[in-house]
């Protein structure tokens, strides 16, 4: 008998107590630099690397958390089609579409919600990239369109965030539908004469960038988000050519007149409230009146000359 093993350990257990469990997501790794990052430090920086500054994924509620101020109020949105198609691959499209729902308690793959971002009022849209890889189906575009109805209503600005995959392929032609639908809510919004902001995150693409998150009267992305159509690879064996060093990447595009800003995730939210703030003020200053021109005075007419006299 091991005295130590079957007498002394547990005598030293009982008195200082059972070990208490570690929770497993107390340190988390870096994408960009793999340094392990605590949880507090990484939540108190926006989930932004200390290290590196790498911009990491976040949900759509922490983005409207982190951009809207406190109190800001979620709108329910209608509900879609479910299935339209009744698609089938591996598993059902129902199937998956009630997993992500439970996953990530929300109805689809955008959060709607309004409020003010420093003070001046906002309807802002966030995506979330875990439902789905935040692909746009009839859903998507519901969400989009009830969002610019509601900046007209309240005659406010619309902020949108995107984060996608593209659209839905489970939903067919119906998810390409919604890509003139959202082009259509954005107009709604620009011919109220309102702002509209595309805030593009890591990852954007396909119809998404396709259609609405290009048309914003101002483009923004964080740093480093992926931002295109096709993946890389597919324009490198279609063009067969070699594409140049952070192609897609939001330095790149911004280098090459695509984007208006590049903003850190701390940023943010004071630079939308400044171009909110100087939107707003452009759009309430009334035209200088028009004065017309002086009217032009007639030369006067030289006399007749009256000839000879005789």
Known sequence: MNWISEWALPKI??????????????????????????????????????????????????????????????????????????????????????????????????????????????????????????????????ALVTAARLAVLQDAPLVVFTASGGARMQEGAVSLMQMPRTVIATRMVKEAGLPFIVVLADPTTGGVTASFAMLGDIQIAEPGALIGFAGARVIEQTVREKLPEGFQRAEYLLEHGILDMVVKRGEMRPTLARLIGLLRQAERQPEPARTPPPLALAAPAEPESAGPLG
């Open 13 to 142: 257990k009982t008195l200082f107590g059972a070990p208490r469990e570690v929770p497993e997501n107390l340190w988390h790794k870096c994408p960009g630099c793999e340094q392990m990052v605590f949880h507090r430090d990484l939540e108190r920086n926006l989930h932004v690397c200390p290290q590196c500054g790498h911009h990491m994924r976040i949900g759509a509620r922490q983005r409207l958390d982190y951009t809207l101020d406190e109190g800001w109020q979620r709108i329910e949105l209608p509900k879609a089609p479910a299935d339209p198609l009744r698609f089938r691959d591996q598993r059902r499209y129902g199937d998956r579409l009630r997993e992500a729902q439970a996953k990530a308690g929300q109805e689809d793959a955008v959060v709607v919600a309004h409020g003010t971002i420093e003070g001046n009022r906002a309807v802002a849209a966030a995506f979330e990239f875990s439902f789905m890889g935040g692909s746009m189906g009839a859903g998507v575009g519901e």
